[in-house]
């Protein structure tokens, strides 16, 4: 097919009329349109891929039964927590945009469906496109069996509503969090309160929620959420030239996030429960998306639950943002199980992201699909690996079979096979690649200025720079310019044609999140980090759900060494409502407790109610005060109390990520002890 006529075909599928669009203004005055490099990459791209394969766009419109009348979802005080609206330039008729990548622009058109879908008649809906995850309701006997309640309060009450008003009106009998990340609990506080709990609503995870849900996004919490800027596109506006997708889901919603404690767990592999008539069957995957997940299959409906381990995308085996390594062989091997456990069966397949697969042989080809191209990016790697290519390397060399990149439920929007495949390798063999010049490297700041001055200095550099941007050579032309930029942090001029090369990139990533990255890391080289920017994150439920070890622990990753160089003292904790005891020291600059331990001499001993350290983690009140007044007992020298606060950094999130872009005061001052808000883990 000639090219022209494959764009234009190309276009009929993406449900657009008509040839390819005008172009649009940039958002940004520095911005670029796609060059003709870019531009005739995003051709080639039109040729090379599968578009005759409309099969995602009738099941992605399958069952609509529901449209709101809105477009925006608004919390109590009107500020706008959901707007789809934003990402309508998407369906304009007409438009094929050369600044997204043209799998990336398909996949975001996927993710703009928008309402209530009954997938299993009767039986099974979703509401999808009102978070960045969907929410799913299963009829019961009696009420509502809800699967993942999305991000934030507001969202989650919107889209019971729309079932309550366009199907029935019945009450929620049980919520079922698939796993531990924030867009799939944290707008629980939107479907059932705590007293519906008390009144025998079931709340069902997978075990090890609650320590996962809270323990991922804690200790490394600030830097997570300020490389989430990048990955998420915090600062990009939602534009052809800016955020257009997040892969799984538009984005993630700016509401009330909450937290309910389950009241059940699954501790099997494989464990059956029977809840208001209906039978499922729940199989524990750890360690594939999330630390703590579980499929769940109705074998009354034949219907299979995917949670978020198979979605219309391969994810991250590692997270932008910056998370632990996953286990692509182990997330494999669980679809796997789930295939010949329940795949043989199915005729309908249904996830927490994405959109349903009908019919058993579809969903047999996404299963085998996504369990190959996981079980491939592990075994292609380690096997280049045991021939010695490295980290540095793997990227460069590793390819998806060619059988699997024309399946576009194998294709890598959430992930990426770039930064996926040098997790393999991190995973096995760490980030070394056995070249002792990378054990100890200097620091980018101190090698850019003698790779500047062997260069020629900043003019050359230049000279250089746009003459590979000139011929397309875009990660040439960052090799060379991130020198200049690290050497020169006020050179704007540097900086600006960085950030023109990172944007070409950026538009040809298939992943939202690189592309993300990329046209942030763009944004802010030309712009700065503007004063105020911030993201959502986790709300005071999670704060008061973590362990009281796990406070201390962050508390001490707050200590300052210097400030407690000359420090030594024992402080005694009881929390008697608990029966909690805990011995905190500080010696050697460094703080360390041990739990279930009183020491003899200590220097102070504290006593108060869990309820009240609450108050004290979550910024309500200072441990002084309370010390002060009384509800927290004391014995022995309660100075030391402010003698600790006083060596206690707080972690601002407006630091640099790329140099001379104007670190930015971001987090405001919280009290002494306050546990800051969790990293997000929303998209996993």
Known sequence: MARRQKLLFTTALLMLTGGVGAAQQHFDPKGKMPSEFTVEFQEQMRDALPFEDRRDFEESRKGLIAVPDYRQIKTEDGTVAWDIGSYDFLLEDGQVFDSIHPSLQRQAILNMNYGLYEILEGKIYQVRGFDLS??????GDSGWIIFDPLASKETAAAALKLLNDTVEELPVKAVIYSHSHADHYGGVRGVITDEDVANGVEV?????FMEHAVSENVYAGNVMNRRLFFQYGVLLPRDPH????????????????????????VSD?????????VRMIFQNTPGTEAPAEMNTYFPDLKAFWAAENITGTIHNIYTLRGALVRDALSWSKHINDALYEFGKDADLMFASHSWPRFGNDRIQEVMRAQRDTYANLNNGVLNLANKGV?????????????SLQQQWAARSYHGSVEHNSRAVINRYLGYWDANPTTLTPLSPKDSAPLFVEMMGGAEPILAKGQALFNAGQYLHTTEILNKLVYAEPDNQQAKDLLADAFEQIGYQKESPSVRNSFLGAAYELRNGI??????????????????????LDFIAIRVNSAKAADMEFVINLSIPDRDENIVVEMSNATLTHIVDQTAPNADLSISLNR?????????ERKLTELLA?????????????AKLASTLDQFDLGFELMPGTGAAELTPQANDFAQPPLANSNGG
Do not use: C
């Open 204 to 208: 069902i995870a997978p075990e090890g």
């Open 530 to 551: 503007p004063q105020g920017a911030t993201i959502e994150t986790t709300g005071p439920d999670t704060i008061r759900a973590m362990e009281t070890s796990m406070w």
């Open 134 to 139: 969907n929410i799913s309701f299963i009829r």
């Open 269 to 277: 592999d494989y464990e059956e429960i029977t809840i208001d008539g």
């Open 390 to 402: 490295t980290i540095n390397e793997v990227h460069n060399v590793y390819e998806v079979p060619e």
């Open 629 to 641: 007044e009384g509800t927290a007992q004391s014995e022995g020298n309660t100075d030391l109390v």
């Open 242 to 265: 800016g955020h257009v997708d997040q892969s799984i889901g538009k984005n993630i919603s700016a509401g009330t996030t909450g937290l309910i404690e389950p009241t059940r767990y």
């Open 611 to 619: 309820a009240d350290l609450e108050k004290v983690m979550t910024g």
